[in-house]
């Protein structure tokens, strides 16, 4: 009984309590690692951030639940979808961190575009309204032999920018 109240803990400080996925803090943690691994195996890796489109307007038009009822789904498409060695965290707010180990640039895209199709195609209702939400993604490949934690999660953010800038529900190249 002790081990199994020791691993409920140990999965609540590790896990986002709205969505199942990895907390921020994990995610990071994660990443790290995969970075090492990337480094040790000379492997590529590929990060991916996402960010729901306008979630403050779905908050303001349909309530905090409607809001909270989007990033579960979102989490669950991205549990659905994902392999099994890839990693999905709830990075901030209606942000999540995706890392795609052995994952080249262009095959991260692709599944990016799968992803933000997954999305926008969802069938999200709130009681008897469907809410149309679309993401943009931004993904970039972590070069583990120059750069940290922090460089790759900037450049992967700039990337995002890149998708909002394009008019939003993108995945920029």
């Not at 040790?40 to 306008?54: A, G």
Request: net charge neutral.
């Amino acid at each position: 009984e002790l081990l199994h109240e020791s691993q409920q803990m140990r999965h609540q400080a590790e896990h986002d309590g709205l969505t199942g996925l990895w907390n921020h803090r994990t995610i990071v943690e994660r990443l790290r690692e995969e970075m090492n691994r990337s480094r040790r195996n000379e492997t590529p890796l590929c990060v991916v951030l996402i960010d729901v489109d306008h979630f403050k307007q779905i908050n303001d038009n349909f309530g905090h639940l409607a809001g909270d009822l989007v990033l579960r789904e979102i989490g669950a498409i991205f549990s659905r979808s994902l392999r099994p060695y890839d990693y999905a965290g709830r990075y901030g707010g209606e942000e999540f961190l995706l890392i795609l180990p052995g994952c080249e640039l262009e095959t991260a895209l692709s599944r990016a575009e799968q992803l933000r199709v997954a999305v926008q195609s969802a069938r999200m209702m709130d009681g008897k309204t469907r809410l149309q939400v679309t993401a943009s993604f931004g993904v970039a490949s972590a070069f583990p032999s120059q750069e940290d934690a922090e460089a790759v999660i900037r450049a992967v953010d700039a990337a995002l920018y890149r998708a909002k800038r394009k008019g939003r529900n993108c995945v920029p190249c």
